[in-house]
């Protein structure tokens, strides 16, 4: 297919390159020996001003959100008929006695360091955990992935992580326990199967969405880098995406590049969405994405606009489409609103 020519504009001399790190890093402070705390997923927290990128996301919507869906659907299934470790072979950092004694403060429940001091519990442990953890969600919880179960998932998916690391499984709880409950709730998981694996899809067995990547985020990447030297900008984007082929139905619908200001510089408004996927994803080159990058910037969008604490959302609920649009999809409100600065005054 031919480029189309203001589809190339990297110039690669004007990159600046940094050591990449992981985003998601557990604290300098950290101490295995501590209970789980409820803390920030760093990607949102330091990401969450882009919220122009969600235009970009109702436009590419008619491309990618039914696959993803299903994509993130079969993986929580799959997932959770999937059983936990034998207690006998896996001792599970935060079991409910566990968890008790942490948030207890070491009053009730499980010493997990030191067997000698168990403590009777008296009842259901559930129940004592909400005694303690007043925003304890037991619904979520039962429904949440235990370090057992995943470790069992990571051995069947063939998710390629060296396990053999000192307190593996704790520290990957503690590292995307997000709310602080002992266990990965099904956002905190899908999150951890997108972060741990998109860097090497390839190379595990299963889940690790490798078929919507090889057929439709690789090959759109490859589009937009014109001139192949592995990287793109938010003008690439931006000019690339008027080429994505949507359904002749959906065609007029949430189509940022309809909102067309009255101005001889900076005409069309939306850019700033193609400006604000780059700046929520980069981390290697400044402005610009690689091929990783502009995977995992897809993947974790669509977590986003898709995922809750216990299900996989199949409409535009999350993502508050609605907010953005009029009924038929075609009227952008807050464009609407801007324009009327632009009439002329009675």
Request: glycine share 4%.
């Amino acid at each position: 297919m031919e480029k189309p020519p203001k589809l190339c504009s990297t110039d690669i001399d004007e990159i600046k390159f940094k050591k990449p790190g992981d985003q998601m890093s557990l604290d300098d402070k950290y101490n295995v020996f501590n209970g789980p705390i409820a803390k920030p997923n760093k990607y949102i927290s330091e990401t969450e001003k882009f919220d122009q990128i969600v235009y970009l996301f109702d436009y590419i919507d008619d491309v990618f959100q039914e696959e993803m869906v299903t994509e993130f659907s079969n993986l929580l299934k799959e997932a959770r008929s999937i059983g936990e470790e034998d207690p006998k072979k896996f001792d599970d950092p935060y079991t409910p006695e566990k968890l008790i004694f942490y948030f207890s403060k070491g009053n009730e429940g499980r010493d997990p360091w030191k067997a000698s001091k168990n403590k009777l519990i008296m009842g259901d442990p559930i129940e004592l955990i909400k005694k303690y953890k007043f925003d304890f969600n037991v619904d979520a919880w039962k429904q949440s992935f235990s370090a057992s179960k995943i470790s069992n998932i990571i051995k069947v998916f063939g998710w390629g992580m060296n396990t053999n690391v000192p307190y593996f499984y704790k520290k990957l709880i503690d590292k995307y326990d997000f709310n602080g409950n002992g266990r990965l709730d099904a956002k905190e998981f899908i999150f951890f199967a997108i972060w741990e694996n998109y860097k090497q899809y390839k190379q595990c067995k299963q889940f690790c969405f490798k078929k919507i990547i090889d057929e439709k985020i690789d090959p759109l990447f490859s589009f937009l880098d014109c001139d192949k030297d592995g990287y793109i900008n938010s003008e690439n984007i931006w000019e690339g995406l008027k080429y994505l082929k949507r359904s002749e139905i959906n065609k007029e619908k949430y189509n940022f590049y309809k909102c067309e200001l009255p101005k001889p510089f900076n005409r069309f408004y939306r850019t700033n969405a193609a400006n604000d996927f780059v700046l929520k994803n980069f981390n290697v080159a400044d402005g610009y994405l690689n091929r990783e990058e502009f995977i995992k910037g897809i993947l974790l969008g669509y977590w986003e606009r898709q995922v809750n604490l216990i299900n996989i959302v199949c409409d535009d609920t999350l993502n508050k489409k609605a907010e953005r649009w009029d009924p038929t999809g075609k009227q952008d409100l807050d464009c609407n609103d801007l324009m009327q600065m632009y009439l002329p005054h009675k």
